[in-house]
C-alpha cells in the first residue's frame, strides 16, 4: 500500500506509448497512489487508435481493471480517473 501522501501526474499527449501509459496507471491504482491523469486530444486519439474503442476515456477505468484486474478498482476514488483534455 503507498503512503497516502504519495500522488503522481501522468499526462498521455499522444506519442506512441498507451501500452505503457495504460500499465503505468494501472500499477500506480493498485498500490493506492493518487493519480492525477491529464489527456490531449491526440492521446485520447492514441488511445483509441492503439488500445480500441473500449479504451477511450470514458471507459478508461472499466479498461484497466478488466486488462489488469480487480486490484486497480482498490486505487480509483469511485468517480474514475481524473481527466483535463487538452
Avoid: N
Amino acid at each position: 500500500m503507498a503512503d497516502a501522501h504519495q500522488a503522481v501526474a501522468i499526462a498521455v499527449t499522444g506519442a506512441s506509448g498507451a501500452v505503457y501509459a495504460t500499465r503505468t496507471l494501472a500499477a500506480l491504482l493498485e498500490r493506492g497512489v493518487h493519480v492525477e491523469l491529464i489527456v490531449s486530444d491526440y492521446g485520447r486519439r492514441l488511445l483509441r487508435d492503439e488500445l480500441g474503442e473500449q479504451a477511450s476515456i470514458d471507459r478508461l477505468v472499466p479498461f484497466l481493471i478488466d486488462k489488469y484486474g480487480s486490484g486497480v478498482a482498490a486505487g480509483t476514488d469511485g468517480r474514475g480517473a481524473a481527466v483535463s483534455s487538452q
